[in-house]
């Protein structure tokens, strides 16, 4: 007798409804602003990131421009020019921003004035998700936030899109396990849609023009978000106090890395991230940025101001705005509301992807959402800033195949090829991994040194910090052990880039193409992947890996391009060490330990534990006879 999973229905436990209107907005048409203006922000900051970055990048160009120019300037090299402004500049204000943030950490934060409480919603969209996974963090926060004061009060609603009835069902098992063991006036509440139209972004619109008008705010979580109560009564307290905030982000850090490759984002996020995100804070000021998770919204000004329409495609049809979140926040902003971004809130967490094949699936979605932006830069009516950081977002790709052509250019170029360099170095940014390298003549070191101190400032200041204040560097295990790590992370860094700027060039020639890659759950437990599905994977990297060597050994490409040959013939091997645990089978000087690995936060420890208890609950599936 065959077993078959009965078909989950399409449950819901939810309260009255109170609706909310949100309209989609006209990007043709800016909206009539009816909120006080913002007060004008200091221009210090903006013009200490800006204008050192474009000054630097000019001098470059000026120097290289007067070597190239010894010899007479070709239309070749002139393209070299502007492909290496165009990629050296973010380098610069990566540079820049990491120093407007140590110049920011001067400044004392005061908290939150004391305001009336709020009535505040957690939102957790799922789809196809681990259900104990998602329902123990879940039971964390919630029962960490009934250690917190402020008064604010708070409901849970899980916002299923899951298609697949097995893990329907699981849901709701979960869903009515945490419902009796959810604290005393904390309502926990669960729909799944019949229709999963437009993804994300239709999921919270359903629940906000059918539940939005009961509630002041909304957090916005992922199925892999975990946050303290303190953050979450932070954030509330924060948007109470401040009736012009529209939006207030958080910076998560990573937790549950144990493999090489979500360890080595881990450190890095943990180690060098705070810097450039303090950074960000202080010269973004009320023209932040939206990340999709862990931040509070002010609901009626979201519903009000940030509705999205859909594209018209550019091979006809409609598109779906995919980064949704960036534009989100570029339509607040546009609307009068501030949009801030505190990272010095402490105990908001999200999980990354363990491998670099999960990494890279991640990033083909990512990719492809961030360059339909460069469609959305005429919107009418939008903040500089905000075009900013649209166009940030879809140059983080940009610049890998601008760097590809710049070598591929470089390794044809005959003349003088024993006397080019290719130098090249990770960016110290732990969410767009970029690949930027830079090139000049042998004889013109003082380019070499001023690429190579550009490139490590951003990690060299962080680093330093941490290890000259006695305390900070004793969270990582000593400074022996940190150096350790500091110079593991950073060889990681450098084997793994050119990957990576293979699979971005693929990941936004398959966009322009129209390539979809689907939606899909970000795979959560990290695991080793066959060989034939490595090789199918990375074969593009392993074949110009091989066709650098023949290149190298005929005499035709230069030997400061061997780095690169390494990393790209031996992508096959990094991919299968990128899955490697380093938790249990590295050595302890090698396993990129941190403050949130040497001693785990505790809703961390509680979101494993109830975990581990959610799933002894609902892990069995509901089995009917045939």
Known sequence: MDQIVTPAPLRADMPPRAPLDMPAQNFARAPNVALPAIDRPDPIWRLAVFLPALMATGLMLWG???LFATSGMTAFEYVLLVLIGATFVWVTLAVSTAGVGLAGRLDPVAGPQMAGPLDVALLVPIYNEVAWD??????AMLNDLTHQKGGHRYTLFVLSDTRDEGIATQEWQAFAALQDSAPDGIAVHYRRRSDNADKKVGNLVDWITGWGAAYEGMVVLDADSLMTGRAIARLSSELAADPRAGLIQSFPQLIGADTLFARMQQFSNVAYGWLLAEGLAHWSRDEGNYWGHNAIIRTRAFASAAGLPHLQGLLGGDDLILSHDFVEASLLRRAGWRVRFLPRVSGSFEETPGTLIDYVLRDRRWCRGNLQHLRLLTTRGLHPVSRFHLFQGAAAYLMSPAWFVLLVFWTLLGRDADTNVIT??????????????????IDSAIFLVVMYAMLLTPKITSAAIIATNRKAVRLYGGRRSFGVAVLFELALSVAYAPIMMIQQTRAVLRSLLGRSEGWVPQQRNAQAYPLRVMLKFHWVETVMGLLLVV??????????LLPIMISLVLAVPLSALSSVNLRTRAPAALRLDNPLTLREPAIVVSARAARADMRGQIDTPNIAAE
């Open 64 to 66: 290289l421009h007067g």
């Open 134 to 139: 998602v329902f123990g963090n879940a039971s």
């Open 424 to 441: 090249y170095f990770n960016e110290a940014n732990p969410l767009f991994p970029n690949w930027p390298p830079a090139m000049t003549h």
């Open 551 to 560: 290149g190298l050994a005929a005499g035709l490409v230069s030997w400061w």
